[in-house]
């Protein structure tokens, strides 16, 4: 038996809705008002858990103390008889919450985007699998708390297809990661506030994809949202349920210089503007070297796939600075990497140990398009490397920047520049200001990078 007084009054208002669906109407000759209400404790009794009493006309409206209600006129006041019984205390307070949300409340009027296209993910799925997402979305569209038993799937099941819809869907940017199998969770369910929000992100989303528009290659574009990304936002260690740190508000709606997210938040930003432009993309999952959980992107640039990687570009800086910005991860092949930083790609692991596969990814196989590619900065001899890395250094130490970056065709190649690195230190202590350079070359993407200490 239910006890809370919350159930019985939720109770006692859904049986008023249900008569009045059924078309009751005021039996008093319109004479003076009446308040009464139908006693559902009891079931379909009456208080004191008796049958209640039929007329030729109905069943005869009760009060609290189970005493025959009256109107105006002295005569007593009855209802249709039921031909459905009404709910019993078997119920729990979510059936009953449930079943008065179908049936008298609208659906909120949420101003967020549709999808366009398919899901790299979703078409990997199951027609079974397809059939959960498409109502889990549904059910985050129309901010709904449930949408099945507990038992109706493995914790597993859910969480594949319910992480899914979290990592792949992110004009959903209200959606909670909190996991529990039927239900869905919300940072917030006030569909005005969601709106508003929405307002602030496409504010911005607005102007870049009008910027990016106006370039004339798919490299370009992409260049233009990496680069926002990298220099109007700054890492947050800290993952909590309860902010947008994993989520495109924190990236491009906070209204903050630097919105504070996790990597979670750089891919569906980049995933959402990429959408935004017409560009086919993903946010893909993993794990770094050292186990913490990872996500970046994997995207199509003129027929062929490429891992594009912003959180690990960002230089995280406390200020932003147009001239501090990396282009390691730009567009990189699965070969530079896939089992070298970038761990279990396309699972996640649960609290239980075991990992689920969310999608295995396109194969990235291609260097054509990379950053460093594109822009003739690959060195295949030491003598031109060395002269690259060193016109680097001078032109950072110059206009004040940090990075300065090549890449070089081989690992031969690679260990030559890499072990001058003192000679590199000591060149860059011969300009005003500099103290020297750190070490943050990479090995796995043959990328030759130092980052110039200022005094």
Same mark, same amino acid.
């Given at each position: ?8 009054? #939720?109770l ?15 039996? !008093?000759?319109g004479?003076?008002e ?14 004191d858990g008796s ?7 109905g ?6 103390n ?38 008298t ?6 101003? +967020?985007?549709?999808?366009n296209?398919?899901?790299?993910g ?6 079974? =699998?397809?059939?959960?997402y ?11 708390y449930? +949408?099945? =038993? ?6 597993e099941e859910?969480?594949? +297809? ?6 792949q869907?992110?004009?959903?940017f209200?959606?909670?990661a %909190?996991? %529990? ?10 569909a ?9 992100i ?12 106006? %370039? &004339?290659?798919?490299f ?8 926002y990304?990298?220099? *109007?936002s700054t /890492? ?6 309860? *902010? ?5 508000? *924190?990236?491009l ?41 990872h ?17 690990? !570009?960002?230089p ?8 501090n910005?990396r282009?390691?991860? /730009? ?6 990497i896939?089992n ?7 699972q ?16 990235c ?38 990075t ?12 030559? #520049?890499?072990?001058?690195? *003192? ?5 860059a202590?011969?300009? &005003? ?12 993407l043959?990328?030759?990078?130092f ?5």
């Amino acid at each position: 038996m239910l006890k809370s007084k919350k159930f019985y009054s #939720v109770l006692a208002i859904a049986a008023a809705l249900t008569i009045c669906a059924a078309g009751c109407s005021s039996e !008093d000759g319109g004479s003076g008002e009446v308040s009464a209400s139908v006693n559902v404790i009891g079931g379909d009794g009456a208080a004191d858990g008796s049958e209640p009493q039929e007329t030729a006309s109905g069943v005869i409206v009760t009060d609290e103390n189970g005493e025959a209600v009256t109107g105006a006129n002295g005569n007593v006041l009855t209802e249709p008889a039921h031909t459905e019984p009404l709910p019993t205390d078997t119920l729990s307070e979510d059936d009953i919450l449930n079943a008065m949300t179908a049936a008298t409340t609208a659906a909120p009027q949420l101003n +967020i985007p549709s999808t366009n296209t398919e899901r790299y993910g979703y078409s990997t799925l199951t027609a079974e =699998e397809k059939k959960l997402y498409d109502e889990i979305v549904a059910g985050i569209e129309g901010l709904r708390y449930k +949408i099945c =038993e507990e038992d109706a799937y493995s914790l597993e099941e859910w969480s594949k +297809i319910y992480g899914l819809v979290y990592m792949q869907e992110p004009r959903l940017f209200y959606m909670n990661a %909190k996991l %529990k199998v039927g239900k869905l969770y919300y940072l917030t369910k006030d569909a005005s506030v969601i709106n508003d929000m929405q307002k602030s992100i496409d504010a911005v989303a607005d102007k870049l994809v009008a910027e990016a528009n106006g %370039k &004339s290659t798919t490299f370009e574009k992409l260049k233009v949202f990496h680069d926002y990304l990298v220099l *109007n936002s700054t /890492f947050e260690l800290k993952e909590e349920l309860t *902010n947008y740190n994993s989520t495109i508000y *924190n990236a491009l709606g906070s209204g903050e210089a630097q919105g504070n997210i996790q990597c979670a938040g750089y891919a569906k930003a980049m995933q959402y503007l990429c959408d935004r432009a017409g560009i086919v993309s993903m946010v893909v999952t993993g794990e770094t070297s050292t186990g913490q959980t990872h996500a970046w992107n994997v995207v199509d640039v003129d027929g062929k796939w490429y891992n594009l990687d912003a959180t690990w !570009d960002d230089p995280i800086l406390n200020t932003p600075n147009y001239k501090n910005i990396r282009y390691n991860f /730009f567009l990189v092949p699965d070969s530079g990497i896939h089992n070298l930083t970038h761990m279990h790609v396309g699972q996640k692991k649960l609290s239980n140990g075991n990992y689920i596969t969310y999608f295995t990814p396109p194969a990235c196989v291609s260097n054509d398009k990379n950053y460093f590619v594109t822009n003739g900065l690959v060195y295949s001899d030491f003598d031109s490397a060395d002269k690259a890395i060193r016109a680097e250094i001078e032109r950072a130490a110059k206009d004040g920047s940090r990075t300065a970056q090549i890449a070089v065709s081989s690992k031969d190649v690679y260990k030559q #520049v890499y072990d001058a690195r *003192n000679d590199y230190n000591g060149y860059a202590k011969g300009f &005003s200001g500099v103290k020297g350079v750190s070490d943050e070359c990479n090995e796995n993407l043959l990328v030759i990078e130092f980052d110039v200490i200022y005094n």
